[in-house]
């Protein structure tokens, strides 16, 4: 009783002052309160009492106040006046508490704030019928969030008083039914988010003003929209992991940009002519439609603006031509991770029996790295007419030689359709990612109709580039990566003037390619090499334009770093200097310790290689042997000189020394 006319007593004062305060701002987040401090500034527009130990909230005299956060706490009591006052607040965030107990005083004490716009009440043990009376009396709430809690169902019954919603949150929850006219009301709602239910179905979707839907990690099997003339406002639609088994028959008027459905069941049908009379078959079920002349799954298809479309982790075994190709503004397709092991072109003939040529006029982006690819048909390749970006990452595609297609030009598509791909027809190409395809050889021209930026041949192990392998690409290529293709410095490239980062990593290098030192390099990764040292010349070459250098994994030469000092003096970023070491005769050092002012043991010239163990052998052995003849040969010399010089001398001598010494030249 004290506590409430003392607060009321504070109210009147602020208001009898009449004080016109700037807005403020106050954090008590991670303070461990268990109450409300006592010395809050009635001016207060914005408060944080998150994550602290607070349980029970009674009288908040803060007329002022917009913003309230009492997120991750323990409360549990909230009292029915405690917002009385409150007659501005707009947002209010009581996520991670307990407010699943004492629902009467808590739910009573909510309904005082008509003026709401922003709730969270995510991770409050919430069911349907406890989030029902909290969202009473909130006609002007636009923002609502409950993630997290424990409904298992949504009743038109729940948004009665908050019609007002422009975006909702109910995602992790566990709901399996949503009754009709529960959205569809709130004409105002743009986002409604339903991530991680247990939604199975949606058999008439009805929500023309929803803009994105988030149905993402359900039991989703299928998604149906009764063909009709009525325009739908959504813009993204997120069925990614789900069970689908077909594409979704979205509104045949809409605004959808993006499409997620990766990580689905779709494509388990082997025919793209056999998925599409399942969906219609559905669909005619479904709607209970007696006829069957019209296809409506690509009748709602063919008008879709769709610019993006994910449909990576499915089941597809072979490519859906035309489906997609139905798309005219896809500008990026993701067809990662499926089955694909050819990509061919399986379209219906026209009326003369011949195949159609369809084109995909805007894709731009196309993805299908870790597919097995080993064939990609040359008509699949004449549909792609915009294509500027190409990831074919983890798969077999072998490079196609463009000679051997000159020299065939009669049976060329049979031949280069068995076994391997005709990079020069995508003339638009810009980035091509080849990593890890097990590319055996690179040769003459390859890629010489392309307007390559930037090329990745990584992964490829014992690739051999031929000489002209890059030809056409010295003016364009920004961008090469050769890494893990055992590549040796005797590799026959052009001059690149247009590199400017280079990719050289974990091979057997000792030493750069001269063909890199007219190139504008301003980033170079050379870990994992066999580099001793690096030419002076070629490194100063280099430094006009490099900003940064990867270097450890080398077993470069202590007293052999000129390159260093001149990497140091131009200021070249070498971020792992610190963990690359050098070599001198007796110890190892990190390469940082170059740069600093110490004396090093250096006992060898710059040019001088490490003397092996089996050379000092060697020198020693043939040493040994010179000084062994020598002492014989000249002991026969002595021998010889006294016979000569004293015949008396020399019979008492050659009794005696014969004997010891010389017995064997006696004889």
Request: net charge positive; hydrophobic share 40%; with cysteine.
């Amino acid at each position: 009783m004290v506590t409430h006319m003392f607060s009321r007593l504070l109210l009147l004062l602020s208001f009898s002052k009449g004080f016109t305060g700037l807005a403020k701002e106050q954090s008590w987040n991670n303070h461990s309160l268990h109450s409300l401090p006592l010395d809050l500034d009635v001016r207060l527009r914005r408060l944080d009492l998150s994550n602290s130990l607070i349980r029970q909230l009674h009288m908040l005299a803060l007329p002022y106040l917009q913003q309230l956060n009492l997120s991750s706490n323990q409360l549990h009591l909230i009292s029915e006046g405690a917002f009385e006052n409150l007659t501005q607040l707009e947002e209010l965030n009581l996520s991670r508490n307990e407010l699943g107990n004492n629902l009467g005083s808590n739910t009573k004490a909510l309904r005082s704030l008509g003026r709401l716009k922003t709730l969270d009440l995510s991770m409050n043990g919430l069911d349907g019928d406890a989030a029902e009376l909290y969202l009473q009396n909130k006609s002007f709430l636009d923002h609502l969030k409950m993630t997290g809690n424990v409904l298992t169902r949504l009743s038109y019954k729940l948004f009665e008083q908050s019609k007002n919603l422009k975006s909702i949150s109910i995602d992790d929850n566990l709901i399996s039914v949503i009754q009709q006219g529960t959205f569809e009301p709130l004409r105002h709602l743009e986002s409604l988010n339903l991530a991680q239910n247990n939604l199975v179905y949606i058999c008439d979707f009805k929500l023309r003003q929803v803009k994105y839907l988030n149905l993402s990690r359900n039991s989703v099997e299928f998604f149906v929209t009764h063909e009709d003339e009525q325009l739908y406002m959504l813009e993204i639609l997120d069925l990614s992991h789900n069970k689908l088994l077909y594409f979704p028959i979205i509104p045949k008027r809409n605004h959808l940009r993006y499409l997620h459905l990766q990580n689905n069941m779709i494509g388990s049908f082997k025919a793209e002519a056999a998925m599409v009379l399942e969906v219609n078959t559905l669909y005619r079920n479904i709607m209970r439609e007696r006829t069957a002349r019209k296809n409506n799954f690509h009748s709602s298809w063919r008008q879709m603006p769709v610019i993006f479309i994910d449909l990576s982790f499915n089941h597809f075994t072979s490519f859906p031509v035309e489906t997609l190709s139905f798309l005219s503004s896809l500008e990026t397709l993701n067809f990662s991770h499926n089955c694909l092991r050819k990509l061919m072109w399986n379209v219906r003939k026209d009326n003369s029996g011949r195949r159609r040529q369809l084109y995909f006029h805007a894709l731009k982006n196309l993805d299908m790295q870790s597919n097995g690819l080993m064939q990609i048909s040359p008509l699949f390749l004449n549909a792609l007419i915009r294509l500027e970006s190409l990831n074919l990452q983890d798969n077999a595609v072998q490079p196609c030689d463009p000679a051997g297609r000159l020299q065939n030009p009669q049976s060329r598509w049979q031949s280069l359709n068995a076994s391997c791909v005709v990079f020069g027809k995508l003339t638009t190409l810009k980035h091509l990612n080849l990593k890890e395809n097990h590319i055996q050889v690179l040769h003459p021209n390859t890629f010489k109709e392309t307007s390559l930026l930037t090329l990745n041949l990584a992964g490829n192990s014992h690739l051999t580039i031929q000489e002209g392998a890059l030809e056409g690409l010295q003016n364009t290529l920004q961008s090469l990566v050769i890494s893990e293709v055992y590549l040796s410095s005797n590799v026959s490239l052009p001059c690149m003037s247009a590199l400017t980062y280079l990719n050289i990593s974990n091979n057997d290098l000792d030493s750069l390619p001269g063909a890199f030192s007219c190139s504008p390099l301003k980033e170079i990764d050379i870990r994992n090499n066999r580099f001793v040292s690096l030419n002076r010349s070629m490194t100063l070459a280099l430094s006009a334009e490099l900003e940064l250098m990867y270097i450890s994994g080398n077993y470069f030469n202590c007293c052999d770093s000129e390159w260093l000092t001149v990497l140091h003096e131009r200021k070249i970023k070498v971020p792992d200097i610190n963990s690359t070491l050098c070599f001198t005769t007796n110890r190892n050092v990190v390469m940082a310790d170059l740069l600093r002012p110490t004396s090093l043991d250096c006992t060898f010239h710059p040019e001088a290689r490490e003397v092996h163990f089996g050379q000092l052998l060697v020198i020693v052995l043939f040493g040994t042997v010179i000084l062994t003849v020598l002492i014989v040969v000249g002991r026969k010399v002595v021998c010889w000189f006294y016979a000569v010089t004293s015949p008396s001398l020399t019979q008492t001598f050659t009794v005696v020394f014969t004997q010891h010494k010389c017995s064997a030249m006696t004889k």
